[in-house]
């Protein structure tokens, strides 16, 4: 079965320090990935997704990046954080080969806090 | 521009009742509709989707219903139980799109 990972659980991390959010896809191959960001009391915004190795897209222009240096990693970064970057963030995949491809399924999330 | 609504950011029913859960849109390129659930601190999980080929899908205690007239979908739980309570996403697909277009989701308290 499938399984999806994302870690830290919590973080706070002072204005303008870098960040780096990891997520990880087990049980299958070649997955679309999703970030998505859910400030407090909002609904949930699609960041980046990605088809493949070394493709994003990112559907939000802001100071975040997204990565995809393996086929099942996905990583969210930030060089400076702004306040405005705190929130819930959530690592999803779908998968197109099993026929399955509308529903993403999402990961535990990070509540990340910029002080 | 949100494209998906749900208006009612809460909602409290009583336990066994019936939840009735909203959500508008306003792209009629739109063609899958899909229900999460989620609890405080977790992300959201898949509960049940809904094809604009169908009017309504059954799935035990919850069914979708598809107005594609009045670019309507609602979530039905009955009976309702305490550990419904959570925040309910509806979600929008359209075509070939990867991505999903979320609602501001609404907080179902079912009450003891």
């Known amino acids: 079965s499938q399984t999806i990972h994302q870690w830290p659980a919590t973080l706070v991390q002072p204005v303008g320090s870098p960040l780096s959010l990891e997520c990880t896809v087990e049980g299958t191959s070649n997955p679309n990935l999703y970030w998505y960001r859910q400030a407090a009391g909002r609904g949930l915004q699609l960041l980046f997704y990605s088809v493949g190795i070394g493709q994003i897209s990112s559907e939000v222009p802001q100071n975040l990046s997204a990565s995809r240096p393996q086929d099942r990693q996905f990583i969210l970064s930030s060089k400076k954080l702004l306040l405005s970057d705190s929130g819930f963030y959530l690592c999803?995949?779908?998968?197109?080969?099993?026929?399955?491809?509308?529903?993403?399924?999402f990961g535990p999330g990070t509540r990340l806090t910029v002080t | 521009d949100q494209q998906v609504k749900q208006n009612s950011p809460s909602l409290s029913v009583q336990e066994g009742r019936i939840s009735i859960l909203n959500c508008d849109y306003t792209n009629s390129m739109f063609d899958y509709f899909l229900w999460y659930k989620k609890y405080p601190a977790e992300g959201p999980t898949f509960l049940i989707s809904i094809s604009s080929i169908k009017d309504k899908n059954e799935d035990g205690r919850f069914t979708v219903f598809l107005n594609k007239s009045a670019k309507h979908l609602s979530l039905h739980i009955v009976p309702s139980q305490p550990g419904d309570s959570a925040v309910y996403f509806c979600?929008?697909?359209?075509?070939?799109?990867?991505?999903?277009?979320f609602g501001s989701g609404t907080q179902l308290t079912v009450l003891p």
């Open positions: 979600a929008a697909r359209r075509g070939s799109a990867r991505q999903l277009t």
């Open positions: 999803a995949w779908s998968d197109l080969s099993t026929g399955y491809n509308y529903e993403q399924y």
